[in-house]
């Protein structure tokens, strides 16, 4: 029983990161929102890209999810310059694939 639970647990660990990775790539940022819910996460709205939160209405930044606050407040940044510029975005999340955990934003031309 031992060993067999041994062997479990690394690969329940294991499986938890494979559904971690990009929510959407190549989008446009349509929207920027300081708040979703009147909780402490930013949230955007995109347009075009791939990825499972393509489709979604919208994809949020939830402060818990960064590793600092200063990570949340680059990503917020990053976001806005994206709106503004026209840029186009990739969006991370290192725990799942759902659209409410996201943490890194990369913009590119």
Known sequence: MKNLLLKTI???LLSTHLHAGFLIQGAT???VA????NSNNFAIHT???TGPCASATQIIFPLSAAPSEAVHTKA???ALTA???GLKVSIY???SDLCDGA???SISK
Not at 34 to 37: A, G
């Open 10 to 12: 690394p690969l329940f």
């Open 29 to 31: 940022v349509t929207l």
């Open 34 to 37: 300081n708040t979703s819910q």
């Open 47 to 49: 347009a075009g890209g």
């Open 76 to 78: 917020y940044s990053t």
């Open 83 to 85: 709106l503004t510029a």
């Open 93 to 95: 999340n290192y725990s």
């Open 103 to 105: 943490v890194n934003i």
